[in-house]
Structure formats: structure tokens, C-alpha cells
């Protein structure tokens, strides 16, 4: 029976980074994943084919309707969908390929199959042939991560009621597309459907969209969605989703009307849930918590010896970037280092056009909170490059503390704002002030620009805009 | 086990007071006797030290306010003094061998570390040394805040400079404006504002205090020093030799107001509540002057002391003071003070009451002075001496009487117990 140092269960972008480490430590590892291929939901029916395909359909969207704005005439500006599903499955392919690489460069052991901790220091690998073998290790890392939700009344049947997943994968636009949930992914794959041809209506049950984003912010993009053809019903409570013939009818109340809602596919997007089924977490009692998360001390170990957790499979933000540096610093831990993640300088990004970005406590937030802050805004209007671009949407926004000018907060709304937003993480990394952003050189002309305005306009010195 | 690091009880009525500089830092090993941080009040700075040795936890920031009695640290005497040389050899790798955590190592920040532009900005404007604050950031990194909050602090101890703006959301142009002007020294501005330390905020409120609660009133005299100069003058070198310190005018005045205090009680007593407290002992307080406002050091019993012992009292307070090594029992339960504005070359003041008690006898400059001396205009060393007094219980006829003994004294030395 082979013994390591870490048995890591889950392959997505928590497991297979803490893998990467654990490897670069010199720690005697093995990654376990249940799919054919490595990284998890992010790399294959997440983040990146989302990205794929937000990305395809933005270009389509330029082509039909921004070119002519710069001069450049198309005619018969057509998508071959086939074609944009086959890239994207390209794009997934080589990541995941490139994961497996990396696995051996690393020198991790891959086990393909389903991995059931069977005591603290063992866990079984069950592969789809139904082979089981058993591996000793020191240490296990739960990274098993999430799965979307499934409403009790709506239930996915891969066809006309959709999770994520299957909303990447379509042969054609639907021609009416309803999505429930105004989150993330909801708004990423309303905004690739829409573009596409679908006619979206989005319902949402709480009185604004991207919920955890700044409320100014979300409430701009909401109005940029609207004005790019997308429907939103907010206050809507969906109550029934029924699928007959191919059709789909979803009933729902707003206010005290009841509404109904006729589409081709219904895309449920109301949130994710941690994956721990067949993990055997209750047979060797590790503790979750109320919803069902995994729980963890601040070295992210559980309440058993050996056994650690990070990602979505744990409390926080269902993040591809949290799950990576909690598994770093988790295996930093294992191997006697001090790993440590800022929880509060995690950004959170809604990939739509424009691309939404947040970082650390929006402005109501730090209210709730009775911090004193001072807020620091720059629109894209005022920024050269912005207009250059003909992207003149969206604006940024710094939350800073009133007495000590420490940034609390950064949001943009633009679209490269998941770009942009980087800058802002790092100097809240360095527990960095507006002014240190703003005393910062930014080359010109670029989208950059405006954050350092923004930053500057904190202490009501911007430079391209009056300060009120 | 962790040793609780209170706040002492300094002296009679003081209840609180700032922690205006910590001088070593959580996580530092402190032996017992080093000095952890300087307690600032009303009266006094004085530094607190650490009883026992073991490795520091401080609960409060710098410039926060504290009561007698206030838990503001904790001294962990179970760690033990680390080896000689730690600091650079304990950065090397640690070994990785067992899954046990390790809390994350505090690295301070070094003296060359590299700044943030605003921090920068902040210790060239303010002056301040980075390696004298912690920092808050990143491996100890300094950050905006810190070195505000050091501006800040260091301004409550009393270094006169502008503290920068801070931003606010408020107003937006002319606040900037106040904020750059002041921050840059004020070249264009023709006001500028800077927050009052906390010893000089008390200062004023006292003052203000004493002025609301007595019915402070003054009376003037005057005397010829010709006497105490001949006689200080005849003695010099040989009270130099014996004592070695000089012989003042101080001492004079000392002991010439205890014989004036002898003829008149009430002055060197008190109003408590609805009775009056009547001192039978002299203890004198002698207002000096300091870069961080007047402090009042007492002498006590001072009319059982020489006169070479009231001199040794009072140059070891100068230097105490100018140290601000003064300690509060060395400043609280004074009966009588005396104050020499004479030496900023004041020529006639009327002295403020130092509470609770009822009397000052303000000194001043000796000048020369055309006066009628048995017909004749002489030219005499003169001083204006001033009583100011509580004339709740000290009537004008009483204050008048201790003005004339003190000038009688001071005239005929041979009145006072000269020891010398």
C-alpha cells in the first residue's frame, strides 16, 4: 500500500494548487479526482468555458454593433456556434491537459475515481470500473468544492431546466431563455445567450442583481444589461417551474401579482452548495456546519487529526482564487510554515460587459459596520483611454477609512474591471492607503488611470473631474 | 503566566492619564526595570517599567487614554529571554518535519525597509524616524495609519508641528487647502491649527478650574534685596565649598515665606467641601518652567531643611524636570507655592492658585531702582512681590501681613534661621 505525506481529494483549483505546492515542499502527494479530467468545476463546466464563451460572443457583439462606431463596415455578421463550442472546448482542453502536466512536473500521484476518507490516515479510490484500492498518507485535504443548487420544485432534467453546466453547452441559442438568480453566473450566462440571439428575462428574488457587489455599481449594470436587451424581474419570487413538450412555464409572484413565464430553457442560478456526497466525512465524524460546510479551525484543520478542508467545500466566498490560496496556505501549514489567506482582500468579478469587480466592504457594508469612511469615485467618462476605447461605461470606486485613509474597499465597473481591480488588491494586501495609490505612477493613457483618480478623488484631489 | 502590566496609581487626584509612547513592543522580551512606556497625565510624564521580565502583549495604542488601574499590557514571564543573537538566524528556513500549525511569525519591519508613498510623504512633512513605529502592514510593514497616529502621538507630547490633514468627505477645496498649508509648514498660511497635547489640554483646564473655584485675589509689596545680595554674596564661597552647589535667592524666599505662613496660618491651608483644612507642615512647591509647560515640584518640610538642603532640593528638580524624569509624588500635596517670573525677567504678575491650595507668592526680576531711603533718593535692588490668594478664607489684611513678613525677612536676613 502506497503512504504519503498528502492525499488531496478534489482536483479543481483548490486541490490541484495545494497539490502544486505540496509538490514544490517536498511533501509526497496525491491528487484524487472523481471526472476523467483534472480542475474540477472551475476548468471545465466553470470559470474558464464560461470566460470562452463570454468572451466569443462579446467579439460577435462588437462585430454587429461597435465596429460600425469605428469606422469598420461588416456585413453579414453571422455566429457558427458549433465552431465557438469547439473552441472553447480547445481552450478547456488545454488547461486541463496542462493541469496533468503540472501534476507530473510536480511529481503528484494522480488516482482517477471517487476518494472516501476511510479512517484518518486512509482513503479508498473507487475508479469508474469500479476497481477500489486503498492509500495510506499523513494528511488529507478535502477540496471537494460545490455543486449548483437545485430548487425542490424545479429540478435539473439536463434538457429544458439547466444548471451552469449545461447552459455552456448548447447547440443553438434558445430562443426564449429564463434564468433564475441574478448572481454571477447567471448575469455571465444570461449576457452569452442574450448576445446570441436568446431573448433573456432574469428573475430575481431580492430588489437588486449581483448580490455582495456595490449596490451603485450593480444597480449601473442592471441599467447596461437592460439597455443591451435583457429582461429583469427583481422582488420575484419563482414558486413553479414546469416543463411540458420541450416548453418551459415558470410561475412566480411579484408583489402580490402572480406572473408567468414561458421559455425554451430555464436556467436555475440561484447559488451553490458544498460537494462532500460520497466522501465518507459523517462515517469518520468531521463536523459541518448548519449548511452543511465542512468545518474548520483557522488553519483550516477539522475536528479530526490529519483531516483539512479548503474551497467551496468550506465557508466563504465559492471562489476559484479563494479555494487556490487556501490550499497554498493550508499546505504551508502541513509542512510547518505559517500559510495565512486575507479574507479581506479577496475580489469577487461578474464577467458581463461591463465586467463588475469588488474587493473588501462596499460602501453600505462599511456602514452597517459604523466605520467612518471616506468614498473616492472616477467615471470612465473622464478617463482619455476609456473614450479611445469607446468604453466609456462604468466608473471606480474606493471605500477608505476617514482617519487612517487605509483602502476598505474597491469596486469598478468597466469592461476590463476584472483587470483593473488587481491593483487594489494588492495594496490592500500591503494594509496600503488611497494616497499611496494615488502617489503611484500610472502610465498614460490608459484604463488604469482611472483607479488612480479614483484614489485620489478619496481625499477630494482627482485630477480630470471636479471634486465635489 | 501572563503578569498583568496596571496602571500605577500616581498620586491624589489624578485618575487618568495617555500612554503616549510605548517603548517596547508587543511581542518584545523585556527584562524587569526596563521601561515599557511613558504615562503622560495632568501633572507629569512619567515612565512605567516592567516588573517582571517575560515577553510584552500590549492592549492599547498609543495616545489612548487610561485610568489608574487599567490592565494596558501583559508580560507572558513563561517564554524566556531569547538567545543573544535571534533575529537574523531565526528568518532562516524553518524545517519542515511534522503537520503541526505554526502561528505566523511576527517579523518587525526593518530600518531599511521600503516605504509607501504615502508614508513617505507623511515622515519627511512630519519628521518622524520609520524605524522608531511599528508598523501594522504586512510583515510589520508601516502603513498611512501608523505613521499618522505617530504624528499624532508625537504632536500630544509636545514637538510643534502641524498635524497633516486628514481626508475627509466633507468640504472638499478649502479643506484641502488648510490641510496642504498646514502640512507644509503653513509658508502661505496665515493661520494654522494643531490639536493640544493632552499635558496641555489638562494644563487649561485646571487653570480654568482654579480660576472658577477660588476668589483668587492679588496683592503687591515690594523689597530691596540689598541684604540677601551682600549676605549671599559674603557667603558664596564658603557655602560653595562646603555644600557644593551655590547659595539662590530661592532658598531666601523659602524659608522667608514659611515665617510669613507661621504668622498667618490660613494661607498655608485649604477649603475641603465646607471645612477648612489648616496644613501644620510646609510643604512648598516651586513652579519651573519646561519645554512641556510649568511643572511644580514640592520641597517638603521645607522649614526643617537647611538652607543648603532647600538648594539641593531644587537643582535636582531642575534636572528631573528638564529630564522629564519627575515623578507625580514628586508634584502632588504641596501647601504653599512660589513662583520666580522673575527669571523670564517679569517685573509684576499676578500669580494663578495652584488648587487646592490658597496662596502663591510670585517672585520677580530684581532691578535697579531709584527709592526714598531716610530722605534721601538711593538707588536699590528691587523686587515686586506678588501674594495672589484664595479671599474666601484669607482676608486682605492677613495677605497684606505675609507680604510685609516676607519683605521684612528678605530685608534683615538675620530674621531667618540662617544655618550657614
Known amino acids: ?468 | 503566566m501572563s503578569v498583568e502590566v496596571k496602571i500605577p496609581a500616581v498620586g491624589e487626584s489624578i485618575s487618568s492619564g495617555v500612554v503616549s509612547v510605548w517603548h517596547k513592543k508587543s511581542g518584545d522580551f523585556v527584562n524587569a526595570g526596563d521601561a515599557l512606556f511613558t504615562l503622560e497625565t495632568d501633572k507629569v510624564s512619567t515612565e512605567i517599567v516592567a516588573e517582571n521580565a517575560g515577553v510584552l502583549e500590549t492592549n492599547v495604542d498609543e495616545g489612548q487614554e487610561v485610568k489608574i488601574g487599567e490592565v494596558v499590557a501583559t508580560i507572558d514571564d513563561s517564554k524566556s529571554a531569547p538567545a543573544a543573537s535571534d533575529s537574523t538566524e531565526k528568518k532562516s528556513a524553518p524545517e519542515k518535519t511534522e503537520a503541526k500549525a505554526v502561528a505566523p511569525a511576527k517579523e518587525k519591519s526593518t530600518n531599511d525597509a521600503p516605504l509607501s508613498p504615502a508614508v513617505r510623504r507623511i515622515v519627511e512633512e512630519e519628521h518622524i524616524d520609520p524605524a522608531s513605529v511599528s508598523g501594522t502592514g504586512k510583515d510589520g510593514r508601516l502603513t498611512k495609519g501608523d505613521v499618522l497616529a505617530a504624528a499624532q502621538n508625537r504632536e500630544s507630547v509636545g514637538d510643534g508641528i502641524a498635524v497633516p490633514g486628514k481626508p475627509t468627505a466633507s468640504p472638499p477645496v478649502t479643506e484641502a487647502a488648510t490641510q496642504d498649508r498646514s502640512a507644509s509648514g503653513g509658508q502661505d498660511g496665515r493661520v494654522t491649527r494643531k490639536k493640544m497635547s493632552p499635558l496641555r489640554r489638562k494644563i487649561a483646564a485646571q487653570l480654568v478650574m482654579a480660576q472658577q473655584t477660588a476668589a483668587i485675589l492679588t496683592t503687591f509689596n515690594e523689597c530691596d534685596m540689598s541684604a540677601v545680595q551682600k549676605l549671599r554674596a559674603d557667603s558664596q564661597e564658603a557655602f560653595t565649598k562646603k555644600n557644593g552647589l551655590k547659595l539662590g535667592f530661592m532658598s531666601f524666599f523659602i524659608k522667608a515665606s514659611i515665617e510669613a505662613l507661621k504668622a498667618v496660618p490660613p494661607i498655608n491651608g485649604r477649603i475641603e467641601d465646607e471645612d477648612f483644612i489648616q496644613n501644620n507642615f510646609y510643604d512648598i512647591g516651586v513652579a519651573v518652567g519646561t519645554e512641556r509647560g510649568l511643572v511644580v515640584p514640592v520641597v517638603r518640610d521645607a522649614e526643617k531643611k537647611s538652607f543648603a538642603d532647600l538648594e539641593r532640593d531644587i537643582a535636582d528638580y531642575a534636572v528631573k524636570a528638564r529630564e522629564g524624569k519627575l515623578k507625580i509624588e514628586d508634584l502632588t500635596g504641596g501647601t504653599f507655592t512660589i513662583s520666580n517670573g522673575g527669571v523670564y525677567g517679569s517685573l509684576l504678575s499676578t500669580p494663578i492658585l495652584n488648587p487646592p491650595q490658597s496662596g502663591i507668592l510670585g517672585m520677580h526680576k530684581i532691578m535697579e531702582r531709584a527709592v526714598v531711603v531716610g530722605g534721601k533718593v538711593v538707588i536699590r535692588p528691587m523686587m515686586y512681590l506678588a501674594l495672589s490668594y484664595d479671599h474666601r478664607v484669607i482676608d486682605g489684611k492677613e495677605a497684606v501681613t505675609f507680604l510685609i513678613t516676607v519683605k521684612q525677612c528678605i530685608e534683615d536676613p538675620k530674621k531667618l534661621p540662617l544655618d550657614f
Open chain 1, 1 to 468: 500500500m502506497e503512504n504519503f505525506d498528502v492525499v488531496i481529494i478534489g482536483s479543481g483549483p483548490g486541490g490541484y494548487v495545494a497539490a502544486i505546492r505540496a509538490g514544490q515542499l517536498g511533501l509526497k502527494t496525491a491528487i484524487i479526482e472523481k471526472d476523467k479530467e483534472l480542475g474540477g468545476t472551475c476548468l471545465n463546466v466553470g470559470c474558464i468555458p464560461s470566460k470562452a464563451l463570454l468572451t466569443s460572443s462579446d467579439h460577435f457583439m462588437f462585430a454587429k454593433k461597435e465596429a460600425a462606431k469605428h469606422g469598420i463596415v461588416i456585413d453579414n455578421v453571422n455566429v457558427d456556434l458549433n465552431k465557438m463550442q469547439q473552441r472553447k472546448d480547445k481552450v478547456v482542453k488545454t488547461l486541463t491537459s496542462g493541469v496533468r502536466a503540472l501534476m507530473k512536473g510536480n511529481k503528484v500521484t494522480t488516482f482517477e475515481g471517487m476518494g472516501t476518507i476511510v479512517a484518518p490516515g486512509k482513503v479508498s479510490v473507487k475508479s469508474s470500473a469500479g476497481e477500489t484500492q486503498e492509500i495510506e498518507t499523513k494528511n488529507i485535504i478535502i477540496a471537494t468544492g460545490s455543486v449548483p443548487i437545485e430548487l425542490p420544485f424545479a429540478k435539473f432534467d439536463g434538457k429544458t431546466i439547466v444548471s451552469s453546466t449545461e447552459a455552456l453547452c448548447f447547440t443553438e441559442a434558445p430562443k426564449k431563455f429564463l434564468v433564475i438568480g441574478a448572481g454571477a453566473i447567471g448575469l455571465e450566462l444570461g449576457s452569452v445567450w442574450s448576445r446570441l440571439g436568446s431573448e433573456v428575462t432574469t428573475l430575481e428574488f431580492l430588489p437588486r442583481i449581483a448580490l455582495g457587489f456595490d449596490l451603485e455599481l450593480s444597480n449601473l449594470l442592471q441599467r447596461s444589461l437592460t439597455a443591451q436587451g435583457m429582461t429583469f424581474h427583481l422582488e420575484t419570487k419563482v414558486t413553479a417551474v414546469k416543463s411540458e413538450n420541450g416548453r418551459v412555464t415558470t410561475t412566480a409572484t411579484k408583489g402580490n401579482e402572480e406572473v408567468k413565464f414561458d421559455a425554451d430553457k430555464v436556467l436555475v442560478s440561484v447559488g451553490r452548495r458544498p460537494f462532500s456526497e460520497g466522501l465518507g466525512a459523517e462515517k469518520v465524524g468531521i463536523e459541518l456546519d448548519d449548511k452543511k460546510r465542512i468545518k474548520i479551525d483557522k488553519n483550516f484543520r477539522t475536528n479530526i487529526e490529519g483531516i483539512y478542508a479548503i474551497g467551496d467545500v468550506i465557508a466563504g466566498p465559492m471562489l476559484a482564487h479563494k479555494a487556490e490560496d487556501e490550499g497554498i496556505a493550508c499546505v504551508e501549514i502541513i509542512a510547518g510554515k505559517s500559510g495565512h489567506v486575507n479574507y479581506d482582500a479577496i475580489p469577487g468579478i461578474i464577467y458581463t460587459n461591463p465586467e463588475l469587480a469588488g474587493v473588501g466592504l462596499t460602501e453600505d457594508q462599511a456602514q452597517e459596520k459604523k466605520i467612518d469612511i471616506c468614498i473616492g469615485k472616477f467615471p470612465f467618462r473622464a478617463n482619455g483611454r476609456a473614450l479611445a476605447n469607446e468604453d466609456p461605461d462604468g466608473m471606480v470606486k474606493f471605500v477608505a477609512d476617514a482617519k487612517t485613509d487605509r483602502i476598505l474597499g474597491a469596486h469598478i465597473l468597466q469592461h476590463a474591471a476584472s483587470e483593473l481591480i488587481a491593483e487594489a488588491v494588492s495594496v490592500m494586501e500591503f494594509g496600503g492607503s488611497s494616497e499611496d495609490l494615488g502617489r503611484t505612477c500610472h502610465s498614460h493613457p490608459t484604463l488604469s488611470e482611472a483607479v488612480k483618480e479614483a484614489a485620489l478623488a478619496v481625499e477630494q484631489r482627482a485630477l480630470h473631474i471636479g471634486n465635489r
